[in-house]
């Protein structure tokens, strides 16, 4: 049985940077109904720990989800766009895990990248991300923690190859927060 992407894509106006992750999680693992649901995946405290040296900074009063607002907030903000390289999958398991995902339909660049004409660069959040990326965009795969470029409609676009945010991908917080960093000044969006 298929299953269609609940969110589509976040692409504000100003957006320089668009993230792709592979495809969300099970409903039942969301803490918030925005990218990076899943309360034991890292993205958002990457983000707090890089921009406002908080790693708790997008939690909510909980303490047991992230909070939504807060998250589109700092998207608008900052120009970062957010979406899936996955439209409609085949869950082998019932699971988050992107190795059980059977991507039945890819997203479409053209019609992205046609909505967000600032987009300077496209971020890949995990292996099967990437796998999916480049069977809808020329490009090599960069190695993880940089980048390479490709031309796609005669607009160059940097993509870069970051570490998954989620916890299953063997590397400490603190590591993490460091390539994403790095991404982040070469982009001009942190100093």
Same mark, same amino acid.
């Given at each position: 049985m298929t299953e269609q992407h609940p969110l589509g894509f976040f692409l504000p106006d100003n957006t320089k940077l668009l993230m792709l992750g592979s495809f969300p999680p099970p409903k039942?693992?969301?803490?918030?109904?925005?990218?990076?649901?899943?309360?034991?995946? *890292?993205?958002? &405290?990457?983000? +707090?720990?890089?921009?406002?040296?908080?790693? #708790?900074?997008?939690? #909510?009063?909980? +303490?047991?989800?992230? *909070? /939504?607002?807060?998250? @589109?907030?700092?998207?608008?903000e900052k +120009?970062? +766009? =957010?979406? *899936?390289?996955?439209? /409609?999958?085949?869950?082998?398991? /019932? #699971?988050a895990?992107? @190795?059980? =995902?059977?991507?039945?339909?890819?997203?479409d660049p053209e019609d992205v990248l046609a909505k967000i004409p600032l987009c300077e660069a496209i971020v890949i959040t995990g292996q099967k991300a990437m796998d999916t990326l480049r069977t809808v965009l020329q490009v090599d795969e960069p190695k993880v923690g940089s980048y390479t470029t490709c031309v796609f409609n005669r607009r160059? =676009?940097?993509?870069? &190859?970051?570490?998954?945010?989620?916890r299953a991908y063997p590397k400490p917080l603190q590591d993490k927060a460091k390539?994403? @960093?790095?991404?982040?000044q070469q982009m001009g969006f942190i100093i």
């Open positions: 039942a693992r969301w803490s918030m109904n925005f990218f990076y649901p899943n309360f034991q995946n *890292d993205m958002w &405290r990457i983000f +707090g720990i890089i921009f406002y040296a908080d790693k #708790n900074y997008f939690i #909510n009063a909980s +303490g047991k989800a992230f *909070d /939504e607002k807060k998250a @589109k907030m700092f998207c608008h +120009g970062v +766009g =957010l979406g *899936d390289t996955a439209m /409609e999958v085949i869950r082998l398991k /019932e #699971n895990s992107d @190795k059980f =995902l059977e991507v039945v339909t890819p997203f160059e =676009l940097k993509v870069y &190859r970051m570490p998954s945010s989620s390539d994403y @960093k790095k991404m982040f």
